[in-house]
Every structure is written in C-alpha cells, then in structure tokens.
C-alpha cells in the first residue's frame, strides 16, 4: 500500500467525497478539501466565527477562566452532499451551519439556529436539505438550500441513532416522545417532509431503531435494561416481537440487518448473537461467542515485537495457528500482564470496554456471506462468521446442470438455513478500536482493522496465491483461500511521542482506499495497482 503523508484534523473530521475525487478535512475553524490524487489543497474556507445573539449571550454569562485555548468556534460536523456539490460545516457550540460550494468558492450560505441550540447537522439524501437537531430534543428542522424554507418536527428521541432514511431517500422516519410516550412519525421527503404517518410504538423506553434494507420493516428495542425487539411496518403495524429465554438481564445492545433485508442479527450483554427471520421474525439460529477455536477455524495470531522488528515499515503475515486453540479473554490478559502505567490516550477507550460486557460490533459484509462479531469479554479478538444462504445450501446440496436456469432462492426458514459457522479469528496484541468492512460489493470479503498502533490490519477471503499452494502443515484444508497481513504505518518518528497511532479506519467509496485517523492527525493509504491494470496508473 502506498501511504501519504500525516495531515491535521479537528474532531476526527475527515471524509471522502461520494465520487472519491476530493477529501474533506476540518482543522479547527477551517474546511481543507484536497484532490485524492495529488493531495494538492483544491479548495478552503474560515468559518465565520460570529456566533448567534443565543450562544453569545450564553458564553458571555459562563467563560471559562484560565483556558489555555478557546475552542467554542471549532468545526464540530463536516459533511459532502450527495453529488460532491456542497460541503457542511457545522459549530455546534456558536450554533451556526455554514454551505460551501465546491464550483464557486465566493458561494456560501448560513443558517443559525436558534434558542433551541444545535448539537448536529447533516445533510439529507437530497444534497440540497440540512437537517438540524437542537439541544434537550426539542425539535430537528429541515432547511432546503432551493426553497430557503424550513420544516420543524418536534420532539425527536435520539440526535445520533433514533432516525432514519429509507434508501431510495423518499420518507424520513423519526422516532419522537410525546407525552411521554414513544412514537413513530413517518415525514415525505419528496413533499417537504408532509406527515404521511404518525403512530405509537410497543417501547416504553426506546433505545434505538434500525430500518431495514428493503425499506419495509422497522426494528425498534427497548432500553438497557429490557431485552425486547420488535418489528413494525411502516403503516403501524407490530409484524412480531423477540426477546429470548430465560432473560439474559440486560438490554440488547447491537442489532445488524443483513443486506437482503430476509434476516436480523440481534446480541445483547450475554454474547449470544440470535439471528431472526423475515417470515414469522422467530429466531432460526443462535449461538454463544466461543471461548475456544474448534478444529477446522483459521487461526491467526498477530506477531509479537514485529513493529520493532520491521521498524513500522513494509507488512508481515500474521502467524497461523493450529486449531483448537483458547481464545485470550479481558480478564486473562489483566492476570497474565502486569499493570502499567500508561497514557490516557491509548488507554482509554479499551479499559472502558474492558470495564463493560457483552457484544461491542455486529456486521456484514455487503453480500451478507459474512458476519463479524466482537466482544467486550475479548477486546483483542474479531470473529469472522460464514452466513451461508438458503440459496447457497440448496444449490450445494443439488447437482443443477449449467445450462439450465437456476431457480430462485427458497424462502428463508428454519429447515433450509444453516447456522452460522465460525470461520476465522484474528488475535491482535492490542484492543481492536475499529474494524470496517470493504464498501465495494466487488470486494466485499476484504477488511480492515485498527488497534490505536502504527499499524492496519488487512483480512481478505479473496487471495489467490500465483505459485503452486502448499498447504499448512496443520491444515486439514486443500488450500489456504484467505490472508491476513500486518501494515506498518510510516512515521518520522517511530520513538519519539509524535508517532502516529491508527484508531480508525474508514474506507474510501470505491473500496480503494481508505482514511487512517489518529486524535488530531490522519493519513490515506491507497492500494498500489499492478502494471496495466486502471491504465497503468501507479495508484488510485
């Protein structure tokens, strides 16, 4: 992989444009947008840092005194519009969202929000709408950059999870509480968000929803301390209701449709993971995160000191470990390692998981064939799921001539799916901060991991070796069809305390490329292409 140099940010606030020709970075009260290819600065912009009357007469009552650094003006949301046009930037603390665009950079437009305060802004699927939540969920408003009007809606739940578009961008569905009860309001995006539906939701505490792919079905839950899910259509109808026994005790905790919209993966506190289906949403699989890698189960193990070895430079295999091995646990790793101490900054979001329990990530691939999962109980450990298809069982199982049709896919029920089957682990030395899927459906079986190190961490199912395979000496397999490789990151300083450390990792719309970010700085790394291949180019 090729690497780029380490650049600035504010607030992790770094992103492709839709298209991948130019990325978006705020540092500080500043949008940079950089050409993906050259890195060179295309565009640039100061935030006006005028705040509106309500935020100035807010911090002229409450300054802090003896602040070594005001940052009351600093960009808190950072967003490209659908079509690259437009760029968002947004303080929420001055309460103003300013609109750039990228062809007139004279272009800009203000919106100020009011008493109500603002805690986010994003774009609506339009490009051409902001959508605006204020403090204590009183209201979110719609603003249109055609009309200049706004539309209020009041009383949403949650800023950040409680929302939701359908994927052709046509409704908009709210979660809301009025009188103290949950509800659903269902907004036409396509008529100024006209109230289509409005409805009571089986919640008494809702803690999230999730729409499905297909735009169909709806998945609300209950709050942290009851495990109950439902599944509503966008009428109002409650389609069925889940919640497994005996009662693990908790709430559930993180749910993942697959990409067909027919099943629904659902965890809580307890690491069991319960897969539900579209026909009657009863479960049809379950099973427990294992604590112990069966026979069969790639096995790979990340090398110790390889950083020191290799100077965090070039990429190294990840051992390859025989099958059943016992899988490292929090509370192993705290008795076998000595405490030391160390800085808040690489500490901190790890002991917080280590602290907690259950499942912290469920995610599929985009061809649903695989299911990641990771758990708080082993914040070094991500178990990779085969999520076979009643299509993919069937078509095995038959001898169907090529020349004929394939018939369709049965119905998904208990009797023509398989259990998901535990495929590979991947051992780090070091908590997994962040581990994301390839977007491109093309290389859909490629995936990237990062540990807060000097380091990514790339999984891919689809290696093809170029000399003749020899297989593993403990290998019951034919041929490995995976590989598993450590990156180093280049650095200036691989001592020094300005070394960079990836936390996270977000690929880049095409699936080429993909964004490391540390605390304050980040850098892109890009796939090095083979002659010919694209034109010849030497990278994306």
């Not at 774009?123 to 200049?148: H, I, Q």
């Not at 009657?280 to 099973?287: D, E, H, L, R, S």
């Not at 977000?506 to 970010?517: E, H, N, S, T």
């Amino acid at each position: 992989m090729d690497f780029t140099e380490i650049y600035k940010q504010t607030a992790s606030l770094v992103a492709f444009s839709p298209g991948t020709h130019f990325l978006l970075t705020a540092v500080q009260d500043r949008i940079i947008v950089r050409r993906s290819d050259s890195f060179q600065i295309a565009r640039t912009w100061l935030l006006d840092p005028t705040p509106t009357p309500t935020s100035a007469a807010l911090a002229s009552s409450s300054k802090h005194k003896g602040r070594a650094e005001d940052t009351s003006h600093w960009i808190t949301h950072a967003a490209w519009s659908c079509d690259s046009e437009y760029v968002l930037a947004a303080c929420a603390k001055t309460g103003v969202v300013s609109v750039f665009k990228l062809r007139d950079e004279a272009w800009s437009a203000r919106i100020e929000a009011g008493s109500e305060g603002l805690v986010k802004a994003e774009w609506a699927p339009d490009g051409r709408t902001v959508l605006c939540f204020s403090e204590w969920g009183l209201r979110v408003t719609m603003w249109s950059l055609v009309t200049g009007a706004a539309t209020y809606i009041q009383y949403p739940i949650h800023p950040d999870r409680g929302y939701a578009f359908r994927k052709d961008a046509r409704y908009f569905v709210l979660a809301e509480r009025h009188k103290s009860k949950d509800t659903l309001g269902v907004y036409d995006a396509h008529e100024a968000y006209r109230l289509v539906r409005h409805f009571p939701l089986p919640t008494s505490s809702l803690a999230s929803i999730s729409l499905s792919p297909t735009g169909n079905h709806l998945a609300v839950w209950e709050g942290p301390l009851e495990y109950k899910l439902y599944i509503v259509s966008l009428s109002g109808t409650v389609l069925g209701s889940f919640s497994p026994e005996p009662d693990p005790g908790f709430g559930i905790r993180m749910v993942s449709w697959h990409p067909s919209g027919m099943f629904l993966a659902v965890a809580g506190s307890d690491d069991k993971v319960h897969i539900l289906e579209s026909l009657t949403w009863n479960p049809i699989a379950m099973f427990d995160l294992p604590t112990r890698a069966p026979a069969g189960v790639h096995v790979w193990r990340e090398p110790v000191g390889w950083l020191e070895a290799t100077h965090g430079r070039g990429f190294l295999s990840y051992e390859r470990i025989q099958a059943p091995f016992s899988l490292p646990t929090a509370s192993s790793q705290v008795r076998s390692k000595p405490m030391k101490p160390a800085s808040s900054s690489r500490t901190g979001p790890s002991t917080a998981r280590i602290s907690g329990s259950g499942t912290t990530q469920l995610a599929f691939n985009t061809s649903g064939t695989l299911l990641l999962v990771r758990s708080a109980a082993a914040p070094n450990v991500v178990l990779l799921y085969d999520f076979p298809l009643p299509s993919q069982s069937s078509s095995s199982s038959s001898s169907t001539s090529s020349s004929q049709p394939l018939p369709p896919p049965p119905r998904a029920s208990p009797s023509n799916l398989l259990t998901p089957r535990l495929r590979t682990v991947l051992l780090h030395t070091q908590p997994v901060s962040a581990a994301r899927w390839n977007p491109d459906p093309a290389r859909a079986g490629r995936l990237a991991v990062a540990c807060a190190s000097q380091s990514v961490y790339l999984w891919s199912d689809e290696w093809v070796s170029e000399e003749p395979t020899h297989p593993h000496p403990h290998d019951d397999t034919e041929e490995d069809t995976e590989v598993a490789e450590c990156v180093g990151v280049p650095a200036p300083d691989l001592t020094g305390a300005e070394k960079f450390e990836a936390r996270d990792v977000r690929w880049a719309p095409d699936g080429k490329g993909m964004v490391l970010l540390d605390e304050d700085t980040f850098c892109c790394a890009f796939e090095v292409e083979e002659e010919g291949q694209d034109g010849g180019q030497g990278h994306i």
